[in-house]
């Protein structure tokens, strides 16, 4: 089956051809370094990770481009707030984002351009603009004439005419009384008094927000590339007006797709800070939530669905992900050596695998290719994992020989295969904290039985006080139990 993504420019499900064989560009809008990273960002990041991440391992080439945007007025604004300057909001706050996306287990891109790195390429694409008449200057601003883009509106679905009535007979801000068009946007502001600015023909001052992914997208990648990834509250305005300014330049297509991921909803609100449910990753992980289990969480959902973020479903995540990661981090090993499996280094051989091994790989495959559904790429780890999960709860109870256990050929073929998929999705094994009274020695397996044979007697005898007291001091040493059907009690090392 051949990849097919859903492409917000066509809003069709399309089967993915690059522009050359092989290889695939991908521009991936990055943060406004104002403040530190949120669950928006740790959905959006996580989706597009797996895109790369399901790419490579597909056999492509690909060449991942993300930006930082570090000239905006949220970050003067946070730089007046806080007596500092826009540099140094900027830095801090990209050394932030590099340190939450490591923990999130999201591949570094492999370029990173800033704003303030491509003032020369953004100066020559408004110059551009200018000579083709597309963009006029005004009182030391540059806009962009949107009626001179014949294609406006085709991502976003906006009508020009509409738009241009509805803000008929309306008092105008001293900006908007400059503008052609309401739709006309800024491509260069000139500076106000105290405002940092930046040297440019048309005065001192800074760029438009959307001017300056057109200008690294093209220094970076050329005037046509494969993907073009966001948000989306991104389509409208910041894409429209990158497809409308860089398509004015060069008359070429800006990207072949427009791939959308969908927004973070807490407790079925839309989060925001004015709310109260917003929550940073840094927060978030900080708090004891493990990456693995937020990563899991979010790849549960379809990327392009709104994704509701409440405790219940994150706890789900994080059962979950303690069962995966119990059959991954046996896979791997004692010593880990296996864990660092990578997409563009398959642990397997697919012609080598046992016909159920190559039928679940297949699945995986089939999955994710139908628009990335990770969804159903999970249902296939999970049954992988069931067997190698079993084995590391027989172990943790002492059932099985102790150590590195030497699994059969079938477990190590299974292991190694779901670390493979694993990979494809990012997920990777994740240490377990150790209880105090674990690490300590804990209880062993004669008396842990002996205390599940008192706890049985006690129950016999309706003594249910003494029944749950066993049970509590057991789960404050590291050991839960489970009772099953028949009267029978199995437990487990936390």
Known sequence: MSLRLTNSLSRRLEVFQPLAPGQVSIYCCGVTVYDLCHLGHARSYINWDVLRRHLIWSGYRVRFVQNYTDIDDKILRRAAEEGSSMAAVSERNI??????????????????????GSLAAICALIGELEAKGAAYSADGDVYFAVMRHAGYGKLSGRDLGEQQQNAAGRVASEEEARKQHPFDFALWKGAKPGEPSFDSPWGPGRPGWHIECSAMVRAELGDTIDIHLGGADLIFPHHENEIAQSEAATGQELARFWLHNGMVNVGGEKMSKSLGNFTTIRALLDSGVSAMTLRLFVLQAHYRKPLDFTTEAL????????????????????????????????????????????????????????????SAALAVLFELARPLRALANRLERGDAAGGDPALGPALHQRGELLLELAAVLGLRPEAVSTPAAFAAGGPDQAAIEALIEQRRAAKACRDFASADRIRADLLQQGIELIDRPGGHTEWLRR
């Open 95 to 116: 050394e932030a984002f590099v340190a939450d996306m490591a923990r999130l287990n999201i591949l570094p891109a492999d370029r990173m351009p800033r704003a303030t």
């Open 315 to 374: 706890e789900a995540a994080a059962t979950g992900w303690k069962g995966l990661n119990a059959a991954l981090t046996l896979a791997a090993g004692s010593d880990g050596e296996r864990a660092a499996i990578t997409p563009a280094q398959p642990a397997s051989d697919p012609a080598a695998l046992a016909p159920e091994l190559a039928a679940a790989r297949e699945r995986f495959a089939t999955a994710m290719d139908d628009d990335l559904n990770t």
